[in-house]
């Protein structure tokens, strides 16, 4: 079992920032790909980001790409992404994500445990 928190959200005006904080606990966390996951109301859980176990590999949505950016410290067992430019669009329920293999690290279905979410809202 591997738990996972998240924290970090809260409400910013556009073009803002904001790091939300994934702690994990449990196994060990570098055996795991993590991903990074939001939810507006009414639309489906959409892909974020995600990062490899070592790091050294990244994937964004393109709706993120340039504005985002995910990291993780394996010595900490943290995840992070780093929000900037912040828009109204990006306003939803960020979740933290682990799975074990990360062969589609854009498919919500293939992760294995599921943090419990961190409210984000974007004011226009």
Known sequence: QVQLVESGGGL???????????AASGRTFNNYGMGWFRQAPGKDREFV??????????????????RFAISRDNAKN??????????????????CAADLILSKPTTPNVYDYW???TQVTVSS
């Open 12 to 22: 910013v005006q556009a073009g803002g920032s904001l790091r939300l904080t994934c």
């Open 49 to 66: 980001a995600a990062i490899s176990r070592s790091g050294a590999s990244t994937y964004y949505a393109d709706s993120v790409n340039g």
């Open 78 to 95: 943290t995840l992070y992404l780093q929000m900037n430019s912040l828009k109204p669009e990006d306003t939803a329920v960020y979740y």
């Open 115 to 117: 943090g419990q979410g």
